[in-house]
T-cell receptor, first 118, second 115 residues
Framework: AQTVTQSQPEMSVQEAETVTLSCTYDTSESDYYLFWYKQPPSRQMILVIRQEAYKQQNATENRFSVNFQKAAKSFSLKISDSQLGDAAMYFCAYRSAGEGAGSYQLTFGKGTKLSVIP | DTEVTQTPKHLVMGMTNKKSLKCEQHMGHRAMYWYKQKAKKPPELMFVYSYEKLSINESVPSRFSPECPNSSLLNLHLHALQPEDSALYLC??????????????FGDGTRLSIL
């Protein structure tokens, strides 16, 4: 079974600064997908960024980028130029690329609560 | 604006009541999900429907009964719930029957409180 670990329960960052949230995972599979989701107090889970394991290039979405280290099973999220609206709970998630029922499952980490200081 | 709409946003019910949660999406997605999320915890998968058929039931108690009347609509029928069932219930959808790398799109959730 896959596991996802987020070792930082809480983090804070000054507005306009850069912060990195860590995520490690454990799997025996070679093909899979990794996601970062953001959940603000408004409750909706919002997809931030997605990474395909077979792609070596790190995914980027505007101010959000990842550092994907497949051998180390590490998938950290970097937020540049932090904004007040970035304050939220951030979840790292893993999904198998297989054909079976496991491909529906999102395995989540426990989350990191990010605060942005004005 | 969320593309997955959940109603109601809040629900308070007694342990003997029967109520339903509703989820709707018009993105043409063919996989739909129910999750339960307790405070400060990640979501836990309950059910998955693929092409209107139940694909996954994560050993959820029978007091929760899912229903997928059509490809756009997903219901969760509640009966004789327990106080520990109080949580945020999230609905999600994704494209295709086998979602693989396709991201799940979540609704705002229904905050359920059991008295």
């Amino acid at each position: 079974a896959q596991t996802v670990t987020q070792s930082q329960p809480e983090m804070s960052v000054q507005e306009a600064e850069t912060v990195t949230l860590s995520c490690t995972y454990d799997t025996s599979e070679s093909d899979y997908y990794l996601f970062w989701y953001k959940q603000p107090p408004s409750r909706q889970m919002i997809l931030v960024i997605r990474q395909e394991a077979y792609k070596q290039q790190n995914a980027t979405e505007n101010r959000f980028s990842v550092n994907f280290q497949k051998a180390a099973k590490s998938f950290s999220l970097k937020i540049s130029d932090s904004q007040l609206g970035d304050a939220a709970m951030y979840f790292c998630a893993y999904r198998s690329a297989g054909e079976g029922a496991g491909s529906y499952q999102l395995t989540f980490g426990k989350g990191t609560k990010l605060s942005v200081i004005p | 604006d969320t593309e997955v709409t959940q109603t109601p946003k809040h629900l308070v019910m007694g342990m003997t009541n029967k109520k339903s949660l509703k989820c709707e999406q018009h993105m043409g997605h063919r996989a739909m999900y129910w999750y339960k999320q307790k405070a400060k915890k990640p979501p836990e998968l309950m059910f998955v429907y693929s092409y209107e058929k139940l694909s996954i039931n994560e050993s959820v108690p029978s007091r929760f009964s899912p229903e997928c009347p059509n490809s756009s609509l997903l219901n969760l029928h509640l009966h004789a719930l327990q106080p520990e069932d109080s949580a945020l219930y999230l609905c999600a959808s994704s494209r295709g029957g086998t979602p693989k790398g396709e991201p799940q799109h979540f609704g705002d959730g229904t905050r359920l409180s059991i008295l």
